[in-house]
């Protein structure tokens, strides 16, 4: 069982910024990838950033340039920095960890509980 303690969630007026961290602890050998996804209402789980093991990194289109995904491998944790945040950012924000186990080639895949995003004047 791996567990994502997430926080950083909260109300910010439009313009603002917010920082979410994501620390992964449980059992597993090696965290290969890490991401943040989102849900706003009545919609579809999309994913929003993505940073693998060797640093690399993707976005979606709507958070390019606003949104910025890093990783501190010695703590097993992941952030997210949001800034210029609009009111479609709105959402609850997912942790999610892609791992492995000693001596097994399957990866596995581990979600936050969520956070809530607001952006609203």
Excluded: H
């Excluded at 909260?10 to 996804?37: D, H, K, N």
């Excluded at 789980?45 to 890093?70: H, L, P």
Aim: glycine share 12%; net charge positive; with cysteine.
């Amino acid at each position: 069982q791996v567990q994502l303690v997430e926080s950083g969630g909260g109300l910010v007026e439009p313009g603002g910024s917010l920082r979410l961290s994501c620390a992964a602890s449980g059992s597993f050998s090696r965290i290969t990838a890490m991401g943040w996804y989102r849900q706003g209402p009545g919609k579809q789980r999309d994913v929003v950033a993505v940073i693998i093991s060797d640093g690399r990194t993707n976005y979606a289109d709507s958070v390019k340039g606003r949104f910025t995904i890093s990783r501190d491998n010695a703590k097993n944790t992941q952030y997210l920095e949001m800034n210029s945040l609009k009111p479609e950012d709105t959402a609850v924000y997912y942790c999610k960890a892609e791992v492995t186990r000693a001596g097994m080639p399957l990866r596995y895949n581990y979600w936050g509980q969520g956070t809530q995003v607001t952006v609203s004047s």
